[in-house]
């Protein structure tokens, strides 16, 4: 059977990554070591942190890294945006208008790109 089981981020710092998306995104953490992290972004599906294996691939930054976006649902991009700026993630424009919400991308503390994203009941 084909199912995607994590989507992996090589990190500087597993522990400083852990905390960012177990502490302040709220992913429930599913197992740990100190070089590799499993986050549960989805029932089955982790986001895994890695400490670096191939580091010209942390060069860049933001949209010029590439890769995945990782889409988070939050209750409310109003009250996440500033929490996560707070805690080293830097926006990367304004909150924008999606079909059924509205969404705003961020950098993470390590470099990828996330997207909050704001869904209507």
Do not use: C
């Not at 982790?46 to 670096?52: C, E, G, I, S, T």
């Amino acid at each position: 059977m084909n199912e995607l089981t994590w989507v992996t981020l090589q990190v500087p710092d597993v522990e400083k990554s852990r905390r960012f998306w177990r502490d302040i995104i709220g992913l429930a953490e599913r197992s740990a070591t100190p070089t590799w992290v499993e986050l549960e972004l989805h029932a089955g599906v982790h986001l895994a942190l890695h400490a670096v294996f191939h580091p010209p691939a942390l060069e860049r930054r933001g949209y010029d890294r590439g890769g995945p976006v990782l889409g988070i649902r939050v209750s409310s991009l109003e009250d996440m945006g500033p929490l996560v700026e707070r805690n080293g993630a830097r926006a990367l424009g304004e909150a924008q208008d999606i079909p059924g919400g509205r969404s705003r991308d961020f950098e993470d503390p390590d470099g990828y790109v996330f997207e909050l994203v704001e869904l209507r009941a």
